[in-house]
């Protein structure tokens, strides 16, 4: 006697021409599905050219006479622009940071004058003050002193109060990085410059489709839609091939 289990369904051993016509549509969807998420991932890994932000070249060029106490105004200044663009970035490293406002609030004393120092020494005392001693963001005295603080610091390296980096440089001030950037933070900076300005970039990044860079497009709309495509394709053809072999309802 056979005892062979003929109702047995395998998708990957199939027995009939429909299953396997089936196992085939599958394999083949996934292939497409698979290439079209790996391989543009791999092609844009493979084009990425590691890119500066302005603020990283800018930082460069001046760099070299600021660690040397050799730099201008005006090298001094744009050294503190690019140091509080990385200082007010989201995610950054709490030594990163430390180094960043010891620079930022160096080069803000140097750019001051006389009247402007005393005033600003005052004012980043009375805002450290007001922080330590504040149970919210709320609290009064913490947003007169920042505002003041704010106001003062914003003239000196010549920001317009509607900037962003004009609304967190108050934030960056340190009473204790007022007189030298330490050796310690020199290298510091060095390093973590180009950690936080330096971006893979490529044309699949820098193109712009319907308004978003192509890769957010291609990842978050156009993978979509492809999908969706892919199941109404598998479910088209299957019906198409019921049809042929005379089991279509």
């Given at each position: 006697?056979?005892?062979?289990?003929?109702?047995?369904?395998?998708?990957?051993k199939?027995?009939?021409?429909?299953?396997?016509y089936?196992?085939?549509m599958?394999?083949?969807?996934?292939?497409?599905?698979?290439?079209?998420?790996f391989?543009?991932h791999i092609?844009?890994?493979?084009?990425e050219?590691?890119?500066?932000?302005p603020q990283?070249?800018?930082?460069?060029?001046v760099w070299?006479n600021?660690?040397?106490?050799?730099?201008?105004?005006?090298?001094?200044?744009?050294?503190?622009?690019?140091?509080?663009?990385?200082?007010?970035?989201?995610?950054?490293?709490?030594?990163?940071?430390?180094a960043?406002?010891n620079?930022i609030?160096w080069?803000?004393?140097?750019?001051?004058?006389?009247?402007?120092?005393?005033?600003?020494?005052?004012?980043?005392?009375?805002?450290?003050t007001?922080?330590?001693?504040?149970?919210?963001?709320?609290?009064?005295?913490?947003?007169q002193?920042?505002?003041?603080?704010?106001?003062?610091?914003?003239?000196?390296?010549?920001?317009?109060?509607?900037?962003?980096?004009?609304k967190?440089?108050?934030?960056?001030?340190?009473?204790?990085?007022?007189?030298?950037?330490?050796?310690?933070?020199?290298?510091?900076?060095?390093?973590?410059?180009?950690?936080?300005t330096?971006?893979?970039?490529?044309?699949?990044t820098d193109?712009?489709?319907?308004?978003?860079?192509?890769?957010?497009?291609?990842?978050?709309?156009?993978?979509?839609?492809?999908f969706?495509?892919?199941?109404?394709l598998?479910?088209?053809?299957?019906?198409?091939?019921?049809?042929?072999?005379?089991?279509?309802?």
């Amino acid at each position: 006697m056979n005892n062979e289990n003929n109702y047995h369904i395998s998708f990957f051993k199939p027995t009939t021409d429909r299953a396997k016509y089936n196992r085939n549509m599958v394999i083949w969807l996934i292939g497409i599905w698979t290439v079209a998420i790996f391989g543009f991932h791999i092609l844009l890994r493979v084009i990425e050219k590691p890119t500066p932000e302005p603020q990283l070249i800018a930082f460069n060029e001046v760099w070299e006479n600021v660690k040397s106490n050799n730099a201008s105004n005006d090298e001094i200044k744009t050294f503190a622009n690019s140091a509080l663009h990385v200082a007010g970035k989201v995610f950054i490293n709490t030594e990163h940071r430390a180094a960043l406002d010891n620079g930022i609030s160096w080069a803000t004393m140097q750019l001051a004058d006389s009247s402007q120092k005393v005033a600003l020494t005052s004012a980043i005392a009375n805002f450290e003050t007001a922080t330590e001693n504040a149970q919210a963001i709320t609290d009064a005295n913490y947003i007169q002193a920042k505002k003041e603080l704010g106001a003062l610091s914003i003239a000196v390296l010549g920001l317009n109060p509607d900037e962003v980096l004009a609304k967190i440089l108050s934030l960056e001030l340190r009473s204790s990085g007022i007189e030298k950037i330490t050796d310690e933070n020199i290298s510091i900076i060095e390093t973590c410059m180009p950690h936080y300005t330096i971006h893979n970039r490529s044309v699949l990044t820098d193109t712009k489709f319907l308004g978003f860079p192509f890769h957010y497009f291609y990842s978050a709309v156009f993978l979509l839609i492809l999908f969706i495509g892919l199941c109404w394709l598998y479910c088209y053809r299957v019906d198409k091939y019921n049809e042929k072999i005379g089991i279509a309802d």
